[in-house]
């Protein structure tokens, strides 16, 4: 969703911001907009549709705009008013000279709107940000100061917000406030950077500084000075290092991110598991939470979409290895039942970007109640790692495109972690156990490596099935949830209608369906359910289904049954939900990619969901 990029240096500020904001077109946007600090005033360029139009316009200024070196950029994501260029970000002040970008939604607009125009102030877009320049503008024209109307403003604005704005007459300066979406200053040699993630700074620095809620700040050539809301006293705000690769967030080679992604799967679990299990032994290093591990009596994870699917393998694994009760809710319903929550609840937050309004919503209602909480998330400092008691971070690097991979899988190697480490500390748990369990983890990687050489297999698969227009995943116990993801991948990036079903519930309900036009793609490891499920699949071939069947190294029990196996290592149960997901990921990318569809970024979909 909406995107804020700032520079504040020596170099081209235009080809800064618009490098800054190709790096966050993955969030997903619908207008780009610009505003540069160029001699007597601030040129301001904003675009509906693509980034390329915007390229466009600052082309089209005959090198004026290149020499800016001070500037404010934004991708916006339409939620009050189309996606035209008049609701686009950067708003103005009706004389030009104050210009603000923000991410976030001022739900007090309409009330702003009329003072505004009481005081006979016109907004010119439908936006609810537009308030923001014009409330600044009519406190500027009373004698108000720069900073004064701005943190003024900020006072006004009731909602959740992050914000950038420059005046025309203060042209070393960009002002900011953040209140709930991320906000980060990048911190580099002479010049400094802010964006909505870490993501577009990769390339320029490594030293960054979050801003907290409730802060506002001001970046000069000077660096970064964050303040209490009067605006008269320093707070002091830690910078970090951030340690991801230089090339993360690069294509690098392959024709997308999502398939340059499903491939860094090997690595970003090796990273991701070695964090958090030395030795055989699982330091998951939340001194904060110990305690907690043998108090609770319930587990509650809350997340949205995919994350979602995470929680469900979650509930399978913890449940199993911890012997604790495991709730699995949608984020987006939980505020709204009237949970149940004590101290000797466990919240667990699941969401690789930290900024989906709803899991935050969530998590939040379950602190009020006085559970304990825990995020489990790929981005570092985002908002859920603000309020969550403790985070287990997901080494999985930036993700780009839209439909979660890498860091899906991340999520369930953590979860597979967390399940050992509350079964050891339960007792539920004995050494054996738990270090096979930690031994299988540790041998994934190499067994995702050889499942990663099945692509040409896959993508011949992708070939006799693209053109369906539905399909049915199914499976059984902890691979059920996978069999749902496989469902959602197809869905997000192919636009074909898929199912994900408990392989025992077919014949309640879906085996109506099936017939030889719906393919049935389904997980049959060599677990305690195989037989079960291989009964299941007797009865759809007896209707003609076609099935593509995902199966342990050498079990020839669909061979002239299914229509393709696709034979994976045979691993322990604890982590085939990781190694099945995989070949679905592949699956659903050539489908995608032989309907011709952008894969990276499907149509009305976004990476972080910020709203509600
Ligand atoms: C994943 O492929 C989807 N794009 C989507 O379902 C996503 O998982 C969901 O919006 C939750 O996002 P989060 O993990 O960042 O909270």
């Known amino acids: 969703m909406c995107g804020i990029v700032g520079y504040l240096g020596h170099r081209s500020a235009s080809s800064i911001l618009l490098d800054c904001l190709k790096r966050l077109e993955y969030r997903g946007y619908d207008s780009a907009g610009m505003g540069l600090h160029v001699e007597g005033g601030i040129e301001v360029l904003r ?100 900073e004064d109307a701005f943190s003024l403003t900020v006072d006004r604005m009731r909602g959740k917000y992050a914000l950038a704005c420059m005046h025309a007459d203060h042209p070393g300066k960009i002002l900011l406030a953040r209140s709930g979406p991320t906000l980060v200053v990048g911190l580099g040699n002479g010049e400094h950077f802010v964006a909505s993630d870490v993501a577009p700074l990769l390339p320029h620095t490594r030293t960054v500084t979050f801003l907290e809620d409730g802060d506002i700040a001001e970046l000069t050539a000077r660096g970064l000075r964050v303040l209490d809301r009067t605006m008269q006293h320093s707070v002091r705000r830690p910078s970090q290092r951030i340690d991801w690769d230089d090339d993360a967030a690069e294509l ?103 900024e989906t309004a709803d899991t935050i919503a969530a998590l939040s209602e ?131 209608h898929a199912e994900g079903y408990p392989a025992g519930e077919l014949k309640h309900g879906p085996i109506a369906l099936i017939d030889r036009d719906m393919p049935i793609i389904a997980l049959m490891p060599n677990d305690a359910h195989r037989e079960r499920t291989l009964s299941n699949l007797q009865e759809a071939a007896a209707r003609e289904g076609a099935i593509i069947a995902l199966v342990a190294e050498g079990d020839r029990a669909l061979d002239g049954i299914a229509s393709a196996v696709i034979e994976l290592p045979d691993v322990h149960p604890a982590v085939a939900p990781i190694l099945y997901s995989v070949p679905l990921q592949l699956l659903a990318y050539y489908i995608a990619i032989l309907r011709g569809c952008d894969v990276d970024r499907p149509r009305n979909l976004a990476k972080s969901v910020t709203v509600e």
């Open 47 to 146: 675009g509906a549709g693509r980034l390329t139009g915007l390229e466009a316009k600052l082309s089209s200024l005959n090198g004026h705009a290149a020499k800016a070196q001070v500037g404010i950029g934004h991708t916006r994501w339409a939620t009050h008013g189309k996606p035209t260029e008049e609701n686009a970000h950067p708003h103005v002040s009706p004389d030009g000279k104050i210009v603000v970008v923000h991410n976030g939604i001022f739900e007090n607009f309409l009330e702003l709107r009329a003072e505004l125009s009481y005081a006979g102030i016109v907004p010119q877009s439908q936006t609810d940000t537009e308030c923001f320049p014009l409330m600044m503008h009519l406190m500027m024209r009373q004698g108000i100061g720069f």
């Open 252 to 354: 690098d080679g392959h024709p997308h991110y999502m398939r340059k992604e499903t491939f860094e799967q090997p690595r970003a679990l090796e990273r991701t598991i070695e964090a958090y299990l030395q030795a055989g032994q699982v330091d998951l290093g939340l001194p904060a939470l110990e305690e907690a591990w043998t108090q609770i009596d319930r587990v509650s994870i809350l997340a949205c979409g995919t994350s979602w699917h995470a929680g469900l393998v979650g509930k399978f694994l913890i449940e199993q290895l911890a012997r604790v009760s495991v709730e699995v809710d949608y984020a987006s319903e939980y505020r709204y039942r009237a949970p149940l929550a004590t101290d000797k609840t466990l919240a667990i937050a699941i969401t690789q970007s930290g």
């Open 366 to 496: 379950a602190k009020s109640l006085g559970a304990r909480t825990l995020a489990i998330c790929n981005a570092v400092g985002s908002q859920v790692t603000r309020i969550a008691e403790g985070t287990l971070i997901t080494r999985a690097g930036p993700e780009i495109g839209v439909a979660s991979t890498k860091a899906f899988t991340t999520q369930l190697a953590v979860l597979t972690l967390l399940g050992l480490r509350l079964g050891r500390a339960r007792g539920t748990l004995n050494e054996a156990e738990a270090a096979a369990v930690g031994s299988a983890l540790a041998a994934l990687p190499g067994q995702l490596q050889r499942v990663l050489e099945l692509a040409p297999q896959i993508e011949q698969i992708a070939h006799e099935f693209y053109a369906s227009h539905d399909a049915l995943y199914i499976a059984r116990g902890p691979l059920y949830p996978i069999a749902l993801e496989g469902a959602l991948k197809l869905k997000e990036i192919s636009y074909i």
